[in-house]
């Protein structure tokens, strides 16, 4: 039995949904916060070896008797509070969950771990999944590697920052038998529409113009979620017990080159009406504050090691994204309000 949380989110429900084409026995613990959609899940909800937890994982009682039910082999964490926009306007919200949750969270694995028996104890994982962003922003060239020293600059990336360390500390002080993965920018299906490509889509599909920030040349590094979860699999079944491990997608795109190329794909299948080019509607906006130039991530250390590599392109992956959020406006037009409407987060409070 595997226990994620966050598995109602993004990545967490690709997860769910591999762990269950394997028939793993997967609990999904999620508190079904604003970026949650049990849509995302309701195709495998019925599944013999899928169950779910409504918990928060600040909540250290009833996660104990989570851990205590279904006696998991390992952890997958991935809950986390995870935009950065978001971060800017309301802190305290990432401060809670990502430092908060993963504190509570080891705590009980740690207890769940020394209770059980020998042999399982040694085959017993835990993965946390972080991110780039907690090395800050790179230069023109150059890329992250797992030995990059932490330079974060949004309140998210200090509290994924904050959490990696945590797990560091329980694994060196307790000898929790953990692992981190820190990732590029994730796209693909189910995505909430606060993040660039699909707030660009949803935006473009509504007729609104599309907001760029700054000049548009901020670079990322793009990952296909369906790549990252195989990454997170290969990490937590052959992955060494105390290492980090980078996933990149090596897809380095500036701002403006995914806009626009969404733009044209949105074109090709929808023509807006009077046939304007969406690209015509991109504007440049007062950049984000605190605006990282620029990520990219070594995967040397996973490919050699794991044998991990990404098996999407990205102009492929992006085509089917597209694809996919034309083929399911009943999965994203009903998130529309609940606590975003596809408007401008990230100002601090300024107009």
């Known amino acids: 039995m595997y226990l994620v949380t966050g598995g109602a989110g993004f990545i967490g429900s ?40 409504q918990v928060d994982v600040c909540d250290a009682q009833v996660l104990r008797a989570v851990f205590e039910k279904h006696r998991p082999t390992a952890v997958l964490h991935l809950a986390a509070e995870s935009h950065v926009d978001r971060s800017i306007d309301a802190p305290a919200d990432f401060i809670r969950t990502n430092l908060v949750g993963t504190f509570t969270l080891l705590s009980e694995a ?22 780039d962003e907690v090395f800050g922003s790179l230069g023109p060239t150059g890329r992250f590697t797992e030995r990059s020293a932490y330079d974060p600059t949004s309140p998210y990336s200090a509290s994924k ?53 700054g000049t548009g040349q901020n670079v990322r590094d793009w990952l296909y979620v369906d790549d990252h979860v195989d990454a997170l699999l290969a990490v937590l079944e052959r992955g060494t017990v105390g290492e980090t491990y980078g996933i990149g997608g090596g897809n380095e795109r500036t701002n403006t080159e995914v806009v626009t190329a969404v733009c044209d794909l949105l074109d090709a299948a929808e023509p807006a009406l009077g046939n304007v080019a969406r690209r015509d509607t991109i504007r440049f906006v007062e950049d984000r504050p605190g605006h990282d130039h620029r990520y990219a991530i070594d995967t040397n250390k996973i490919a050699s090691e794991l044998g991990w590599r990404p098996r999407h392109s990205f102009d492929a992956a992006l085509a089917a994204t597209v694809r996919w959020y034309l083929d399911h406006r009943g999965w994203w037009e009903p998130l529309l309000g609940r606590g975003y409407s596809g408007q401008r987060l990230g100002l601090g409070g300024r107009a």
């Not at 899940?41 to 899928?50: E, I, M, N, R, T």
């Not at 929790?176 to 490509?197: C, V, W």
């Open 14 to 53: 690709a997860l769910v949904h591999a762990l269950v084409r394997r028939s793993t026995p997967v609990v999904n613990v999620d508190l079904l916060t604003y970026a949650a959609n049990p849509a995302s899940l309701a195709d495998v909800s019925g599944a013999p070896c899928y169950q779910f937890a």
């Open 161 to 213: 920052a904050g959490a990696d360390h945590l797990v560091r500390a329980w694994h060196r002080t307790y000898g929790l038998p953990a692992m981190i993965t820190s990732s590029s920018n994730n796209f693909g299906p189910r995505q909430f529409p606060e993040k660039l490509i699909p707030r660009t889509i949803v935006n473009a599909l509504a007729g609104k113009p599309l907001d760029v920030y």
């Open 110 to 131: 740690r207890r769940h771990w020394e209770s059980l028996p020998d042999e399982l104890a040694e085959r017993f994982r835990f993965v946390h999944v972080s991110t």
